[in-house]
T-cell receptor
């Protein structure tokens, strides 16, 4: 159980286009989903926290108008990179949270590798 | 100052060696602590949670020192399959995970 999928797994696009990435919890309902970005040889950086039915909370330095997050249901969150540029090329990973008694465990999707030409 | 700091390594150790990683965190209000493992170009996977009393899972031992604000991971009898990047994770209220930069381990035959 606790499987998270992401689609697409990789995407190549031209500069200026928008790219949508889907994150789904396949066998559980996730009250909270998170979006991370990882550049080569760096750690995961939290971009935003997404709660179903409400606006996402963005980390400092992350442009909310550029990285649009929609969390329409308890099993689906989407990240849209608007007007992508080469510097947006990165590994984008989502995670979904399950409430445990003493902590909240996060399960990670397999990631989406975005390359902007 | 970063929320979570780790020695990036790389650590290159022979098979069978014991290796230890440390991680420090800046916010004393941190609530939960984890070690994750990430293989190249893959998503992170939970290795173990870290408790104040310390916990052990086979060859892996994790310790938490709240007073000094650091956590550690000890790997005994290293295997080739242990080669990966080990990520220290700290959470606060709101369940956000904050990752360390990761420590790269290569176990050499």
């Amino acid at each position: 159980g606790a499987v998270v999928s992401q689609h697409p797994s990789w995407v190549i696009c031209k500069s200026g286009t928008s790219v949508k990435i889907e994150c789904r919890s396949l066998d559980f309902q996730a009250t909270t989903m998170f979006w991370y970005r990882q550049f080569p040889k760096q750690s995961l950086m939290l971009m935003a926290t997404s709660n179903e039915g409400s606006k996402a909370t963005y980390e400092q330095g992350v442009e909310k108008d550029k990285f649009l997050i929609n969390h329409a249901s308890l099993t689906l969150s989407t990240l849209t990179v608007t007007s992508a540029h080469p510097e947006d090329s990165s590994f984008y990973i989502c995670s979904a949270s399950i409430d445990r008694r003493s902590y909240n465990e996060q399960f990670f999707g397999p990631g989406t590798r975005l390359t902007v030409l | 100052r970063k929320e979570v700091e780790q020695d990036p390594g790389p650590f290159n150790v022979p098979e069978g060696a014991t290796v230890a990683f440390n991680c420090t965190y800046s916010n004393s209000a941190s609530q939960s602590f984890f070690w994750y493992r990430q293989d190249c170009r893959k998503e992170p996977k939970l290795l173990m949670s870290v408790y104040s009393s310390g916990n052990e899972d086979g060859r892996f031992t994790a310790q938490l020192n709240r007073a000094s604000q650091y956590i550690s991971l000890l790997i005994r009898d290293s295997k080739l399959s242990d080669s990966a990047t080990y990520l220290c994770v700290v959470t606060y209220t709101g369940n956000q995970f904050y990752f360390g930069t990761g420590t790269s381990l290569t176990v050499i035959p």
